[in-house]
T-cell receptor, first 113, second 116 residues
Framework: DAKTTQPTSMDCAEGRAANLPCNHSTISGNEYVYWYRQIHSQGPQYIIHGLKNNETNEMASLIITEDRKSSTLILPHATLRDTAVYYCIVRPANSNSGYALNFGKGTSLLVTP | GAGVSQSPSNKVTEKGKDVELRCDPISGHTALYWYRQSLGQGLEFLIY????????KSGLPSDRFSAERTGGSVSTLTIQRTQQEDSAVYLC??????????????FGQGTRLTVV
């Protein structure tokens, strides 16, 4: 059951901002939005997460719409090393069935010189 | 400190043999996850351990797959009577997993299993 929808692929020029969208129209009130990325041949890497407020860290910014039905991950100055598959995941705050992260197909971001 | 460690990094086995894959989570992390990723595919959830709670086994694809976590730390994923479709990268992750708090999951580099 796909709880998030992301574009299959995107391109971005090196040095420019990469804006990766995610739709999660069925998100419930206690679910967080998480972003991970997977660089080729490596394990996934946590980027950022949020509930309803916008968040920023050293890697990226997360903008969540007021109705929480969509979000955008922003890499402010993309580099070639940001080429990866980016996964948007919704996950409950507290679940007896576990915190399993359900990775979908993600967005394959290609940063070009 | 050390991250999540998985061993072996590569494993080639003959069809029908059993294999054991090991995961050493980050010290103090109570949550541990196993995923697998077939070539060119996304991550498939297998099993999740949280503290002393019963594991969430909902992702295990068949009864040939099992996992245990001894002493709340090291975990072993066992695949019995391996089949060629079991060939994949098996990824382990751990997180603090405190109740009511969402924390990031740290992934290991995976074990690449090839069944010939």
């Amino acid at each position: 059951d796909a709880k998030t929808t992301q574009p299959t692929s995107m391109d971005c020029a090196e040095g420019r901002a990469a804006n990766l969208p995610c739709n999660h129209s069925t998100i419930s009130g206690n679910e967080y939005v998480y972003w991970y990325r997977q660089i080729h041949s490596q394990g996934p890497q946590y980027i950022i997460h949020g509930l309803k407020n916008n968040e920023t860290n050293e890697m990226a910014s997360l903008i969540i719409t007021e109705d929480r039905k969509s979000s955008t991950l922003i890499l402010p100055h993309a580099t070639l090393r940001d080429t990866a598959v980016y996964y948007c995941i919704v996950r409950p705050a507290n679940s007896n069935s576990g915190y399993a992260l359900n990775f979908g197909k993600g967005t394959s971001l290609l940063v070009t010189p | 400190g050390a991250g999540v460690s998985q061993s072996p990094s590569n494993k080639v086995t003959e069809k029908g043999k059993d294999v054991e894959l090991r995961c050493d989570p980050i010290s103090g992390h109570t949550a541990l996850y196993w995923y697998r990723q077939s070539l060119g595919q996304g991550l498939e959830f297998l099993i999740y351990f949280q503290g002393n709670s019963a594991p969430d086994k909902s992702g295990l694809p068949s009864d040939r797959f099992s996992a245990e976590r001894t002493g709340g730390s090291v975990s072993t994923l066992t695949i019995q009577r391996t089949q060629q479709e079991d060939s994949a990268v098996y990824l382990c992750a751990s997180s603090l997993g405190r109740t009511g708090r969402n924390t990031e999951a740290f992934f290991g580099q995976g074990t690449r299993l090839t069944v010939v």
